[in-house]
């Protein structure tokens, strides 16, 4: 069984920080390009960024500078370092374990709620 269990996340001031953490089993860690997508009330879910199997990152223009995605292959966990906060991060946030190949499948966690108050 698949699973990818984000946790990290609440209520936090602007220009707090937060680290959310994704632990994901039932599939090789090692070998998935990972990302962290948000999806805030009434919006639709948006990539915040993501890594490649050899640690290289992209990020939304919103988030460069303030957040990092990191991986620990042997702890088969993805981060995401959050500095900076404003009031627009507010959102519920979710990992995703992405494909190389036509025989894999996506999977997604189940998302944590990180919520910035002025």
């Known amino acids: 069984q698949v699973q990818l269990v984000e946790s990290g996340g609440g209520l936090v001031q602007a220009g707090g920080s937060l680290r959310l953490s994704c632990v994901v089993s039932?599939?090789?860690?090692?070998?998935?390009?990972m990302g962290w997508h948000r999806q805030a009330p009434g919006k639709e879910r948006e990539l915040v960024g993501d890594?490649?199997?050899?640690?290289?990152?992209n990020y939304a223009d919103s988030v460069k500078g303030r957040f990092t995605i990191s991986r620990d292959n042997a702890k088969n966990t993805l981060y995401l370092q959050m500095n900076s906060l404003k009031p627009e991060d507010t959102a519920v946030y979710y990992c995703?374990?992405?494909?190389?190949?036509?025989?894999?499948?996506?999977?997604w966690g189940q998302g944590t709620q990180v919520t910035v108050s002025e």
């Open positions: 039932g599939i090789t860690f090692s070998v998935r390009p």
């Open positions: 890594i490649s199997l050899g640690g290289t990152t």
């Open positions: 995703n374990a992405k494909t190389v190949n036509s025989y894999q499948r996506e999977y």
